[in-house]
Structure formats: C-alpha cells, structure tokens
C-alpha cells in the first residue's frame, strides 16, 4: 500500500544549522496495517509524515501510494487519499463553523462529491449517525461551532471526518497527547474502533511507548531520520516497554518518554 524507498531531507542545507531529517528511509507498509511509531524529540516523525503527505518535498527518494508514485505531487492532490490529525485539536477543522458543517466541508473534500450549498436532510441523517457512532452525544450538537466542543470531542469529530470516505493511509500524529488521560484513552479506543472497521491502513506517532506496543500490528523506531527498530509478530507481542527502554534508552531518552512510562498519557509540560 504504502513504498518508501530511499527518503532523504535535509533542512537549511549548506548553512551551519544543516540537519539531516530523514536519511534514506525505506519503509513498506501492506495494506490493512496499523504501524505505531516512537523516537525521541527531532527523530524524524513528523517530517516522515510531512514527506508523505506532500507538506514537504524530499530531496531524493520516492513515496509511492497504493501503486502511485506522489513522491512530488501537490498536498492538496493527496488529500483525498490520506487522513490526518496533529496534536492540536484546534488544527484541522475550522472552529466557527458548525459541527455540521465541518463534516460537510471535509466529506466534500474526500469524496469528492458536491454537496452545493447548505447541507441536505439526507446529509444531516448521515453525519449524525456517523456521530452517534462514537457515543459522545454529539449527535444532538450538529449545529453547534466546532470551537465549543472539547479537545477530545473534536480529535473524535477530526477522526470521523478523516475516515467518513476510507482514506487508503491515515496519518496520526500524537492525535491523543494533548487530551488528559481518560479522553486520550477514550479517543485511542475509537481510533481502534474506526482503523479496525474502515480497515484503514494507519501509522501513528506517539510519545506513550506503552500504546505504541499495544495498539496496531507493528512498531517503528526513528532515530536521527532512519528505522531503527521494527517490530511485529512475535517479536512484538514479547517485548515490553522495560525491555525496549533498556535496549534503546539512548534513542528513547527525552522527559516525555520518562514520565509517560509507567503511566499512559500523563500530561507534560513539554508538548511541542
Ligand atoms: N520545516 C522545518 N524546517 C527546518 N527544520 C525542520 C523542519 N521540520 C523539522 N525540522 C527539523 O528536523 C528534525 C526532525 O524534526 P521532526 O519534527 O520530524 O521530529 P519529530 O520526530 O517529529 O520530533 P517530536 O517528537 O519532537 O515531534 C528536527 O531537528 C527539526 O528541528
Ligand atoms: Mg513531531
């Protein structure tokens, strides 16, 4: 589903800040597979995402999307093709607008059906039912400014606008770490619920070494651009965070990773 051969960014290159992103990284990813991905602050995660979803051109190397080279292909020209959702539950949808509305805009967007203006009955019935889906109540707050809602209703609203028309890969990154713990764990559920039904091949970026292991099929490491760990099977059902901290504490070593061991989501001050 998902080729990456040889991915290679460099940012200010030629000057004393030069940094080498991403370091020929080759990745497949089959279709249907939830990858989680962990790697300390600057690893390189969220540049592999913005590589994959055009935010950023590479400088060598090729994506390639369900048998489409997009290596180059505008961001917005994928769009259709891959879901997203950043940490900031403020990204992604536009605040004034409704609930409704949101999801009509983003429904449009990826179906790439026109709704014209105003949103039909028929329409209505189908974003409420999409939100009834998550058991939030929202269903009953389609006309209310998405900005209202909570930062874990709207990662969940996010989530359902992002799968409504089944992406071919959805891109997660750390969606749940700005939520306190019981929304996070509430909103990683239904991501489980909407990757597992919509079969949706996913890769998620998390700080929680522990969910990292736990939900999906398989796991990556990133250090300094480049895999270096990765994870499934059996290898991955017998590895636990102990195990991974001690075989990789240089790679893992950042105050996040410390304080999200033992317990899941607990809230840092350090959210970049
Ligand atoms: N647009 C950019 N311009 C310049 N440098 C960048 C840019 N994006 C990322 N970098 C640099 O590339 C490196 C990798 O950054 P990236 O954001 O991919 O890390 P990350 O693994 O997502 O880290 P974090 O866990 O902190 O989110 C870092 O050194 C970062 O400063
Ligand atoms: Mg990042």
Do not use: W
């Amino acid at each position: 589903m998902l080729q990456i051969n040889n991915l290679t960014k460099t940012f200010y290159a030629g000057t004393a800040n030069e940094k080498l992103a991403m370091d020929h990284l080759s990745l497949q990813v089959e279709k249907g597979e939830f990858v989680t991905l962990i790697g300390s602050n600057g690893a390189g995660k969220s540049t592999l995402f913005n590589l994959i979803a055009g935010s950023i051109l590479p400088d060598g190397g090729s994506v390639v999307l369900d048998g489409e080279e997009i290596t180059f292909l505008p961001e917005y020209r994928r769009a259709k093709q891959i879901g997203r959702i950043f940490q900031d539950p403020m990204k992604g949808t536009a605040p004034s607008m409704t609930v409704a509305e949101n999801m009509a805009l983003s429904y449009q967007r990826t179906s790439g059906r026109k709704l014209g203006f105003g949103i039909s009955k028929k329409e209505r019935s189908l974003f409420a039912e999409k939100l009834r889906t998550l058991g939030l109540g929202l269903e009953e707050r389609l006309d209310a400014p998405i900005g209202l809602l909570s930062g874990g209703q709207r990662q969940a609203v996010a989530l359902l606008m992002c799968t409504m028309a089944a992406p071919k890969l959805l891109l997660l990154d750390e969606h749940t770490a700005a939520l306190d713990p019981a929304t996070a764990e509430k909103v990683q559920q239904l991501t489980e619920e909407i990757v597992r039904q919509g079969q949706i091949t996913t890769l998620m970026i998390t700080h929680n070494i522990s969910s990292a292991l736990r939900m999906g099929t398989r796991t990556l490491m990133l250090d300094a651009g480049r895999i270096v760990m990765d994870l499934q099977g059996s290898q991955r059902e017998q590895m636990t965070v102990p195990k991974l901290l001690e075989r990789f504490g240089q790679g893992l070593d950042n105050d996040r990773f410390l304080l999200t061991r033992e317990q899941p989501n607990v809230p840092s001050n350090d959210q970049n």
